[in-house]
């Protein structure tokens, strides 16, 4: 079993910056991905921003080239960095651990962080 905790989230201006983390903890796992989901009131959740070990992240559309995920291995932890917020960037966000080595295994969720834009 994978514990997910999240950190970060709160109430930024527009342009302003946040930066997400996601420690996972647990015994006896490999990583095969980290990453980042939304979900804003009414909406279907929807990927911010995934990196899988040893590929190049990736990203939904409407977060490139402001949005940047990273992960440090040594602490099992993702970060979100969010710059040049938009209303629109409004929505919880969720971490998203899936386990595996070669391929991917069971997939954890993170309880959620709630990211207010708005002025």
């Known amino acids: 079993q994978v514990q997910l905790v999240e950190s970060g989230g709160g109430l930024v201006q527009p342009g302003g910056s946040l930066r997400l983390s996601c420690a996972a903890s647990?015994?006896?796992?490999?990583?095969?991905?980290m990453g980042w989901f939304r979900q804003a009131p009414g909406k279907q959740r929807e990927l911010v921003a995934t990196?899988?070990?040893?590929?190049?992240?990736n990203y939904g559309d409407s977060v490139k080239g402001r949005f940047t995920i990273s992960r440090d291995n040594a602490k099992n932890t993702v970060y979100l960095q969010m710059n040049s917020l938009k209303p629109a960037d409004t929505a919880v966000y969720y971490c998203n651990v899936i386990t595996g080595t070669v391929l991917p295994g069971t997939k954890y969720w993170g309880q959620g962080t709630q990211v207010t834009v708005s002025s």
């Open positions: 647990g015994s006896g796992f490999s990583i095969y991905a």
């Open positions: 990196i899988i070990s040893g590929r190049m992240p």
